[in-house]
């Protein structure tokens, strides 16, 4: 059996101990976490390179034979040639509003 004298001592040694632990076993998890959350990071930069990397080689060009062939197709149409005017533009009667201004003014 115990010292009734040393009881309280082994008692406060043994919550002091409990105390350590406890501390130390939050500390690494706090390490844990934090190695875990900067590897988070790493793999993220690490995919974000590797994915500009691959747009860098797959890089898109422009067709230049398809726009010149669009632009002479387009120009056949008529200088003033819309969808919406057609080849002879607006009418400037239909821009008068009852007077002899646009816009009546």
Excluded at 47 to 53: F, I, L, P, T, V
């Amino acid at each position: 059996m115990c010292d009734p004298v040393l009881t309280p001592y082994l008692i406060g040694a043994a919550a002091l101990g409990t105390a350590a632990q406890i501390s130390q076993a939050k500390d690494a998890n706090f390490q844990q976490r934090s190695a875990a959350d900067q590897a988070t990071q790493q793999a993220k930069a690490t995919a974000d390179a590797a994915d500009q990397a691959n747009n860098r080689a797959n890089a898109k060009s422009p067709d230049l034979g398809a726009i010149a062939s669009a632009t002479e197709q387009a120009a056949k149409g008529g200088q003033s040639g819309t969808m919406l005017t057609g080849p002879t533009g607006v009418d400037t009667s239909s821009l008068l509003l009852g007077r002899k201004t646009l816009l009546g003014a």
